[in-house]
């Protein structure tokens, strides 16, 4: 009994998390209501998949953790962009390929970790989170194109949504500060039904009972620009997942070798595979439930493995997702102005320390954040270059990256640069 209700609490820690992705890009690239019960019903399912891959160690994958896998937020806004440029087929192929490729490269990631110290992933992460900051505006006032927009009922409900979860984070402690965001939806639908503004017509027409089947909503198409996105965001998620298993290690006191690490990583590549061929998503490490297994001091991986089981369940009951679709896009929008904060917040975090250690980071960052952040709001910019150079060009995450990481290698990595380093704290010291 005590297993299942540390289970329960796994997975309500991390399921806003995971109802939210696909609500956010279904809605954003314009799915049926019908299609959007399936997403969410589906990544849910995926959710526990993916989490078992993990938590089941073998000697090809599973990093033999107690941590939960959920879609990244990092991929929410390279989706929607891949969608709105090349339709929704497109976000399947480049989430299958990309996680074949981590599957590839698994083996020797530890050595292209190099490439992505903090400043560059820290860089990434904040782009990303810049550039999804729109999609919550939207949201908030009513859904971009509504006939609502900006309304009375609109705005009290983004406003009051979040204000709300601002509450609940701030005058409450361990569990319930986890699951704010997950109280301030329910608290926001419950106010939205005062209003008249909620529909459960979704909910009447789903089934009680629905198998996942491969490419159900739509069958993947592969572009090399979209693979090259999604594979820069998966191992940005990479790397931030090797944080959290060194973060679980040490709570569990489990020393992780580059071993553990390859099956890790190879695991999350599968879970990304599973999750195009079932038209879901990527999955990576969620860190939200790193800080319940710190609080409550429960190591187990029999808790994770119920939570897993039960995401599993729950993914074969349209109705329960169907539920989840229900709520407004202004309740939803005052959640994501939080959740993408964070996500922005996270980066800050990252960078906070590499840009006081050294003035050169912080240029790395002015201009990868400034390039990443000026071509996504100015997509146009590079519109008259050749179309292979566009591939590198005309979406900000990649461009912003690739700025990153280009910069970082003449700062840091250049052995001209590492010498003269060396030459001034030596003069220093004399």
Same mark, same amino acid.
């Given at each position: 009994m005590k297993t299942t209700l540390l289970g329960i609490q796994h997975l309500l820690a991390m399921y806003a998390g995971a109802v939210l992705v696909p609500l956010i890009v279904g809605g954003a690239i314009g799915l049926t209501s019908l299609q959007l019960t399936y997403l969410v019903s589906v990544d849910i399912l995926m959710c526990g998949v993916a989490t078992l891959l993990q938590i089941m160690t073998n000697r090809y994958f599973g990093i033999g953790l107690p941590v939960v896998l959920g879609c990244t937020f990092t991929a929410v806004g390279p989706m929607i962009s891949i969608g709105s440029s090349y339709g929704l087929s497109a976000i399947y192929g480049a989430v299958i390929a990309s996680g074949l490729i981590i599957v590839v490269i698994s083996g020797f990631f530890g050595k292209l970790v190099k490439f992505f110290p903090p400043v560059v992933t820290g860089s990434v992460v904040t782009i990303i989170g810049i550039t999804l900051i729109p999609v919550a505006i939207n949201n908030m006032g009513g859904g971009q194109g509504a006939a609502d927009f900006g309304s009375i009922t609109n705005i009290l409900l983004s406003f009051g949504t979040l204000a709300f979860i601002v509450l609940v984070y701030r005058f409450s402690t361990g569990f319930l500060q986890a699951i704010a965001i997950l109280i301030g939806l329910v608290g926001g639908t419950i106010a939205a039904m005062f209003m008249g503004v909620v529909d459960f017509t979704a909910v009447g027409e789903a089934s009680i009972f629905h198998i996942a089947q491969p490419f159900f909503i739509?069958? #993947?198409?592969?572009?090399?620009? #979209? @693979?090259? @996105?999604?594979? @820069?965001?998966?191992?940005?998620?990479?790397?931030? &997942?090797?944080?959290?298993?060194?973060?679980?290690?040490? =709570?569990?006191?489990?020393?992780?070798?580059?071993?553990?690490?390859?099956?890790?990583?190879?695991?999350?590549?599968?879970?990304?595979?599973?999750?195009? @061929?079932?038209?879901?998503? #990527?999955?990576?490490?969620? &860190?939200?439930?790193?800080?319940? =297994?710190?609080?409550?001091?429960?190591? &187990?991986?029999k808790v994770l493995f119920v939570t897993a089981c039960m995401l599993i369940g729950l993914g074969f009951m349209p109705k329960v997702a169907a539920l989840a679709t229900v709520i407004p896009n202004a309740v939803l929008g005052g959640a994501m102005v939080a959740m993408f904060g964070m996500v922005v917040s996270q980066g800050i975090k990252m960078l906070s320390t590499v840009v006081v250690k050294s003035q050169d980071n912080a240029m790395i960052v002015a201009c990868s954040v400034g390039i990443g952040l000026g071509v996504s709001v100015v997509p146009e910019l590079f519109a008259k270059l050749p179309e292979g150079v566009q591939l590198l060009t005309s979406n900000g995450i990649v461009a912003g990256s690739i700025t990153a990481i280009t910069l970082n290698i003449i700062f840091n990595m250049l052995p001209s640069r590492k010498r003269k380093e060396a030459v001034v704290l030596t003069e220093q010291e004399a």
């Open positions: 739509a069958t #993947p198409t592969f572009h090399w620009q #979209p @693979i090259l @996105i999604m594979t @820069i965001v998966a191992m940005v998620s990479l790397v931030e &997942s090797t944080g959290v298993y060194f973060a679980l290690g040490d =709570i569990c006191e489990k020393d992780i070798k580059s071993k553990d690490l390859e099956k890790g990583y190879r695991s999350e590549g599968l879970a990304s595979v599973l999750g195009g @061929i079932f038209n879901a998503f #990527p999955y990576t490490t969620f &860190s939200q439930n790193v800080g319940l =297994i710190q609080m409550s001091g429960v190591k &187990s991986r």
